[in-house]
């Protein structure tokens, strides 16, 4: 193995190729130099359009350029093999094509736009066989075309040559192979990663990394990269010793043949869990198409440490009936980023209320409509005025955060109080709670259907609910794992009733958490604000002022000492 040095310039993924660009634009030379003409090989995917033109090495093309094209070497001066496979498309761009000669084109001096094929999509191996010879102002042009398609057995000449396209289909491409050897990687250690390239063709390797699919988003913060290795047939650089997310990290040009590459990572001493995915891409082609120019493979592995939590927001509707969507940003002092729109509109529902605490995506590289994935991250019921409730899933669409409302059903106006309950029976799906005009409470069990019925028939929790003129549920207080709900009497006192899992007994008996909470007028059990693995409630008062208050984890004494959040939250109506 060598050791491999850091390479300060920038690189792309497709640096130590040559492009079509390379091999058509001339070198820089004057009237006065030799004229040098020079052939060259390239490696074309299905779907390119590789081109047939010498590289100019030195001097000028004052007369015209003979290329001739076919299936066989350029040893035959009557054009054995002249000429495209069935389905190319040949262009000849600013070339002539003249009478009676097949696969030959006749350019007029060094232009970009020379001739050129469309290679079809589904193309298989196929060889293509180019050569060119000048032709001069008074040259003969059978002379100049028997050169071109002799070009390979005549003596060497500068101002004639031959040049091979390969393309190599798919199918060839996915005979390059990998393998990866990637342990995860522990805060503050070293590990040593590996992948083994199996190379039937020479090819460009790649080596990026990106965030896996489905977990809470979050940067991996320093991940130091360092000590390249290769195997003698592997040319490779990188650019940074530090880890980047969706960048090239590692590139290395390797001929035929099995290699092995690695490298350290080394994690940062306060990195959270996060789930990353190595990603190579061997690259045989010269001249590319879209979609089809890698072979490329993927092995996760995780950045241990401790477990990234999710972040919680806020719902808030202000007076004109816009629904706004408050971002968690985790931090005590300022938990809320700047309000995002949901939309308008909202001003028709008397109830609005959050299955669950309002919970940041996870993290997808295409949007996500509502499936299991986005269940429980904050669905919304709404109530209006005719007494029909409507569900609103979550989805991971930008600008969209909700799909478009589906009907549950109607006769939801014998209800004075309709609030989320979280996952009170610990099934999986979130449930609601509804008091009737009586007191009563009931439960209604959600089903986690996206199709039918959003909730089971209601199950009674009990009466004397009417003493309480605040409710607020959705999310674990305590600690244990369990939904628990807070209850505020109309003295200002308020309950912690804690969950016990059951769908037929959901609350243990009530516990008081203190008096005084008269003062507020809107109260929510928000999730975890402040990112330390404990729900967190808010109230507004009546002055408009929201505060915080964060929980302990203890059924006795739920919160700690209120911190002011904020003025001006008395433009909204409800909160959610």
């Known amino acids: 193995m060598r050791d491999i040095t850091r390479r300060a310039a920038t690189f792309s993924a497709a640096a130590g190729l040559l492009t079509a660009a390379t091999f058509l634009t001339p070198h820089s030379a004057t009237a006065a130099d030799e004229l040098r003409l020079t052939g060259y090989d390239a490696v074309a995917a299905p779907g390119s359009a590789p081109r047939f033109y010498p590289i100019v090495e030195s001097g000028a093309v004052y007369g015209k350029v003979v290329i001739a094209v076919g299936t066989q070497p350029m040893t035959d001066p009557a054009g054995a093999g002249a000429g495209f496979p069935e389905s190319y498309v040949p262009r000849a761009n600013e070339c002539a094509q003249p009478t009676g000669y097949t696969g030959v084109f006749v350019c007029d001096g060094p232009t970009y736009q020379k001739p050129d094929v469309l290679v079809p999509a589904g193309a298989v191996d196929t060889t293509l066989y180019w050569g060119f010879a000048p032709l001069p102002a008074d040259g003969d042009l059978a002379e100049a075309v028997g050169a071109a398609r002799s070009a390979g057995s005549l003596p060497a000449d500068a101002q004639r040559g031959t040049g091979k396209v390969t393309v190599k289909s798919a199918a060839s491409a996915a005979l390059n192979t990998v393998d990866f050897d990637m342990p995860d990687v522990p805060a503050g250690g070293t590990v040593r990663q590996q992948?083994?390239?199996?190379?039937?063709?020479?090819?460009?390797?790649?080596?990026?990394?990106?965030?896996?699919?489905?977990?809470?988003?979050?940067?991996?913060?320093?991940?130091?990269?360092?000590?390249?290795?290769?195997?003698p047939d592997a040319t490779c650089s990188y650019q940074s010793e530090q880890l980047h997310i969706d960048a090239l990290n590692v590139q290395c040009r390797v001929e035929p043949g099995d290699h092995t590459i690695s490298y350290e990572l080394t994690g940062a001493e306060d990195q959270q869990a996060l789930r990353l995915r190595a990603r190579t891409n061997i690259d045989i082609y010269d001249v590319h198409a879209p979609g089809s120019d890698v072979t490329a493979k993927s092995s996760p592995f995780t950045l241990l440490g401790q477990p990234r939590?999710?972040?919680?927001?806020?719902?808030?509707?202000?007076?004109?009936g816009h629904l706004w969507a408050y971002d968690g940003t985790r931090r005590t002092a300022a938990p809320f980023q700047q309000p995002t729109e949901i939309g308008a509109g909202w001003q028709t529902y008397n109830s609005i209320t959050s299955l669950s605490p309002y919970t940041q995506n996870l993290y997808y590289?295409?949007?996500?409509?509502?499936?299991?994935?986005?269940?429980?991250?904050?669905?919304?019921?709404?109530?209006?005025?005719?007494?029909?409730?409507?569900?609103?899933?979550?989805?991971?669409?930008?600008?969209?955060?909700?799909?478009?409302?589906?009907?549950?059903?109607?006769?939801?106006?014998?209800?004075?109080?309709?609030?989320?309950?979280?996952?009170?029976?610990?099934?999986?799906?979130?449930?609601?709670?509804?008091?009737?005009?009586?007191?009563?409470?009931?439960?209604?069990?959600?089903?986690?259907?996206?199709?039918?019925?959003?909730?089971?028939?209601?199950?009674?929790?009990?009466?004397?609910?009417?003493?309480?003129?605040?409710?607020?549920?959705?999310?674990?207080?305590?600690?244990?794992?369990?939904?628990?709900?807070?209850?505020?009497?109309?003295?200002?006192?308020?309950?912690?009733?804690?969950?016990?899992?059951?769908?037929?007994?959901?609350?243990?008996?009530r516990t008081k958490i203190g008096g005084g909470w008269s003062v507020?007028?809107?109260?929510?059990?928000?999730?975890?604000?402040?990112?330390?693995?404990?729900?967190?409630?808010?109230?507004?008062?009546?002055?408009?002022?929201?505060?915080?208050?964060?929980?302990t984890g203890k059924a006795t004494a739920p919160f700690a000492t209120r911190t002011r959040i904020g003025g001006g939250w008395n433009t909204y109506n409800l909160l959610s």
Not at 309 to 320: C, E, K
Not at 373 to 392: C, E, I, P, Q
């Open 365 to 509: 590289q295409a949007g996500v409509k509502p499936s299991a994935v986005t269940r429980g991250r904050g669905d919304l019921v709404a109530r209006d005025a005719a007494g029909f409730l409507w569900y609103y899933d979550r989805q991971y669409v930008t600008g969209k955060p909700y799909a478009p409302r589906v009907k549950v059903g109607g006769g939801w106006g014998i209800y004075d109080r309709i609030g989320g309950a979280g996952d009170l029976d610990r099934d999986g799906y979130v449930d609601l709670l509804a008091r009737d005009k009586a007191g009563v409470l009931w439960l209604y069990k959600g089903t986690g259907s996206f199709t039918g019925a959003r909730f089971k028939t209601r199950v009674k929790v009990g009466g004397g609910w009417g003493v309480y003129d605040r409710l607020a549920g959705g999310a674990d207080v305590t600690g244990d794992g369990r939904a628990d709900l807070l209850a505020r009497d109309r003295a200002g006192v308020l309950w912690l009733y804690r969950g016990t899992g059951s769908g037929t007994a959901p609350y243990a008996i």
């Open 520 to 551: 507020y007028d809107q109260l929510v059990v928000a999730g975890d604000l402040t990112d330390d693995g404990r729900a967190d409630a808010v109230a507004r008062d009546r002055a408009g002022v929201l505060w915080l208050y964060r929980g």
């Open 195 to 231: 992948f083994h390239v199996h190379a039937k063709d020479a090819a460009t390797v790649s080596l990026l990394f990106s965030i896996d699919e489905g977990q809470v988003w979050g940067w991996p913060g320093t991940v130091r990269l360092g000590n390249v290795t290769a195997t």
């Open 309 to 320: 939590l999710p972040a919680h927001g806020l719902h808030a509707r202000d007076t004109t």
